[in-house]
């Protein structure tokens, strides 16, 4: 499959990349044409660092970050965010004039929560919601109930690929989108009998 890899560079840092493979894929939540591969993004630091600062531009005149929310192994892209948001003057309410790096657990019935010992890092605090991809959005407006539900104050969603330019209201902050992929396509689940799938 990777041999049918295509490359996607970032217009606004060259070092971010993306992979994109064709053929019929399926999310939790739909089914797509292109599989976007971000495994080196989210694991490589010069890839990673990369990613982070094309993401940080959005937030360089925000006033407050407390705790990134990482979702889909985005932690080493997150911890690099963190670091050009400070290194941009974004400033943290917390005590210890930093930020927290978290990521939600899934409990059996498939809800986000946070366990008690990490509920401080999200109750009260500014956050800013990181994840690989978006397609239906459906994943998004589930991390920010559960930001909500904990208190938190939701400042931006960001994602390194988002077929979805808002959700619930929130824009959503995205180096790559369906745009940058040739004809990229995605069906949700429960349509896709209606319809017939050209991969």
């Known amino acids: ?6 490359k996607i560079h970032s217009s606004i840092n060259q070092n971010a990349i993306i992979r994109v493979i064709p053929g019929h894929f399926a999310t939790n939540h739909s089914h797509i044409n292109y599989y976007v591969d971000m495994t080196i993004m989210k694991s490589r630091k010069s890839e990673a660092a990369a990613a982070a600062s094309v993401l940080a531009r959005k937030y360089s005149t925000s006033t407050y970050i407390d705790t990134i929310i990482c979702m889909d192994g985005c932690e080493v892209i997150g911890a690099y965010l963190a670091d050009e948001l400070t290194a941009s003057g974004i400033m943290s309410l917390n005590q210890h004039q930093t930020m927290y790096i978290v990521t939600p657990e899934m409990n059996p019935g498939g809800q986000l929560i946070f366990r008690d010992n990490m509920q401080m890092m999200i109750n009260g605090k500014h956050c800013l919601l990181l994840l690989a991809s978006a ?3 459906r994943t998004i407006a589930r991390a920010m109930e559960c930001v909500q539900y904990y208190g938190g104050i939701l400042e931006g969603v960001s994602a390194i690929f988002s077929a979805s330019k808002v959700v619930d209201g929130m824009e959503i902050n995205y180096i790559f989108g369906g745009e940058d992929i040739e004809d990229y396509r995605t069906y949700e689940a429960q349509k896709l009998h209606f319809m017939q799938f050209r991969a």
């Not at 499959?1 to 295509?6: I, Q």
Request: aromatic content about 0%; overall charge neutral; proline content about 0%.
């Open 1 to 6: 499959m990777e041999n049918r890899a295509t």
């Open 135 to 137: 397609t239906t959005g």
